[in-house]
């Protein structure tokens, strides 16, 4: 259910989940991607004449009032965004809360605090959901990034309050259907980054979905080993290689083609300005040399592949792109990837934290069809686990 789906809001309280969690540095907003994708929301609850109670969480404080972790910091920006004022709250529930809301005009917001201050809100504590509960007449969960946690403000408070999709959580979704749900075919997905322990189920799933997966970063560097390529001094999970051969088989099996580099950039050192070559995968990687990027022939491939495909899913990066010379696979694919999604040839989605940097340092994460604001959550939905948060908005 979205908003359009909610009876009349005018005079309503709407308890509005948003995630905030966004990077600060010494009190101050470093980036503000999650308060923009907010504010179609917020605006629309205002326009229809509900008051806007805002609940977010900020890093980990595990259930202590941990001041560095307030949310105060956020007021200021998102006034600005916003343009309208901002109040804020000490407290997300009981009399704090409760003031702060009592003589709030219709289509003002708060700014509740830092819902994890609450032990109950990562225990997902029915009492501390009610508590939440009593503040407002209906619930909007706006923050896709946050529905891989079933905690009282993602979960609990849906089943307590009439509750609705935000048009942030509506936008995700929709794209995430057409990327993996519902995609036009052939479908290719890119995972990249450092290690297969850590994209297991992901890789699993995608290769019973996808038509094509291009495997780049550290993570190739195992599956290379696993075919028996020499990767020199390469970082690897060693470890992993039968693993590695499983997924192989599984992928051959279901008709998925794997796209592991043929070409790689060599260097002694992860350091700027290093000497490096480029080399054969298969044929020429030297003893004390490391894997650091895929080379020019894989990248070409890749592009090929890219445009055969009429659906593109990437997490990320093809190498240690935040280490120039080792972005080029990663700048150029993603580069190609948006041109073709600006041509309208390709559906092109993208997320994971390391990815959407690797597309703001190749200067293109505004033409891909959609870049999620979600870390975790985008991976646990890639594994084709449901989203504890997604599925209380379908109950
Ligand atoms: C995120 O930043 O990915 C979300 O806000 C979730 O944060 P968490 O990993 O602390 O639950």
Request: glycine letters at 10%.
């Amino acid at each position: 259910r979205t908003l359009d789906d909610a009876p009349s809001l005018a005079g309503k309280t709407a308890l509005v989940r948003v995630d905030f969690n966004v990077p600060m540095e010494a009190g101050k907003v470093t980036e503000d991607t999650r308060l923009r994708v907010a504010l179609p929301t917020i605006q629309k609850l205002r326009d229809a004449g509900a008051r806007v109670a805002l609940l977010a969480h900020f890093d980990r404080p595990q259930g202590q009032r941990v001041p560095s972790m307030s949310l105060k910091p956020v007021v200021d920006d998102l006034e600005k965004l916003l343009g309208a004022p901002v109040r804020f709250a000490d407290d997300c529930v009981g009399d704090e809360a409760k003031a702060a809301l009592a003589d709030l005009e219709a289509g003002g917001v708060v700014l509740l605090e830092n819902v994890r201050f609450h032990a109950g809100e990562e225990k997902n504590d029915p009492a501390f959901a009610a508590q939440m509960a009593e503040l407002g007449d209906l619930y909007v969960n706006d923050a896709f990034s946050a529905a891989h946690r079933a905690h009282a403000s993602t979960e609990g408070l849906a089943r307590l309050l009439p509750a609705y999709a935000g048009e942030s959580m509506r936008r995700e979704l929709d794209a995430l259907d057409a990327a993996l749900g519902n995609p036009q075919k052939p479908v290719i997905g890119i995972v990249g980054g450092a290690k297969v322990s850590t994209k297991l189920d992901l890789l699993k799933n995608l290769v019973g979905k996808l038509d094509r997966l291009a495997i780049g970063g550290g993570m190739a560097n195992t599956f290379l080993f696993a075919q028996g390529v020499d990767i020199g001094g390469s970082l690897a999970e060693k470890d992993m290689a039968d693993t590695a051969r499983d997924i192989l088989a599984e992928a051959e099996a279901k008709g998925c083609e794997i796209l592991l580099p043929i070409d790689v950039v060599v260097a002694k050192d992860v350091k700027p300005g290093v000497d490096t070559h480029t080399v054969l995968a298969r044929e020429e990687i030297g003893g004390d040399e490391k894997i650091l990027d895929a080379g020019p022939l894989t990248v070409e491939k890749l592009i090929k592949a890219m445009a055969l495909s009429r659906t593109l899913i990437w997490n990320g990066p093809l190498g240690v792109f935040e280490v120039p010379p080792f972005d080029a696979a990663t700048v150029k694919a993603a580069q190609a990837a948006a041109q073709l999604a600006k041509a309208g040839a390709l559906v092109a989605v993208a997320g994971g934290g390391d990815t959407v940097a690797a597309l703001h340092h190749a200067g293109v994460a505004e033409d891909m069809t959609f870049v999620s604001t979600a870390g975790g959550a985008f991976l646990e939905w890639m594994e084709g686990k449901p989203l504890p948060g997604v599925e209380a908005l379908r109950a």
